[in-house]
Structures are given as structure tokens and as C-alpha cells.
């Protein structure tokens, strides 16, 4: 099984900038993916970004440019840079880790952008 934990959400204004982190244990070999997904009030979630085991990067259209996912295999642990947010981008980001059997959620870090 893999745990995940994740942190850095907070309010922030137009035009800032946030890093979330995604902390994992447990069987961490096995994950061959990491991705963040998102949920905003009263909308379906929806795919953020994603990184491979081969460091494979992908974007949703609307945070290319924007934000910048990474990880650091020492502390197992993934990032999601976020610049530049928008009221748009308010919602609880999830990451997610892909792994041969069932994949594995964190509890999520809510997001605010907002004067």
C-alpha cells in the first residue's frame, strides 16, 4: 500500500504563486505515476498535471505554462508549482499515485485564489 500526504495549500492572491507537496510511503517502488487532480466547488474533478517514474511530464490546457510539476525520489515526494494562479485555479488539488493495482489518493490541500 502507499500512503500520501499532502501539503502547501492556503489562500493566495491573483497572480501568486503556491508549492504544493505530495509526501509518499509505504510501498513507493511500486508507483509508476504521480498525478494531480483537482475539484472546484460544484464541478467534476479534473486532471492537473502528471509525472512519470521516467520523468514524463503532462499538462491540462488550462495550467500549461503556469504550473510545473516535479519530484525529489529521495524524499518521495512530489511538487506542484503553481504561478500566476487565478480565481479559476481555486479548488482542493488531490495527487494520486499510479501504481500495477488500485491507485492511491491523498485527503487533499484546498486551494484559494481570491483578493
Known amino acids: 500500500q502507499v500512503q500520501l500526504v499532502e501539503s502547501g495549500g492556503g489562500l493566495v492572491q491573483p497572480g501568486g504563486s503556491l508549492r504544493l507537496s505530495c509526501a509518499a510511503s509505504?510501498?513507493?517502488?511500486?508507483?509508476?505515476?504521480m498525478v494531480w487532480h483537482r475539484q472546484a466547488p460544484g464541478k467534476q474533478r479534473e486532471f492537473v498535471a502528471t509525472?512519470?517514474?521516467?520523468?514524463?511530464?503532462n499538462y491540462s490546457d488550462s495550467v500549461k505554462g503556469r504550473f510545473t510539476i516535479s519530484r525529489d525520489d529521495v524524499k518521495n515526494t512530489v511538487y506542484l508549482q503553481m504561478n500566476s494562479l487565478k480565481p479559476e485555479d481555486t479548488a482542493v488539488y488531490y495527487c494520486?499515485?499510479?501504481?500495477?493495482?488500485?491507485?492511491?489518493w491523498g485527503q487533499g490541500t484546498q486551494v484559494t485564489v481570491s483578493s
Open positions: 494520486i499515485a499510479v501504481c500495477p493495482g488500485p491507485d492511491y
Open positions: 509505504g510501498s513507493v517502488s511500486s508507483i509508476y505515476a
Open positions: 509525472i512519470t517514474r521516467g520523468d514524463t511530464t
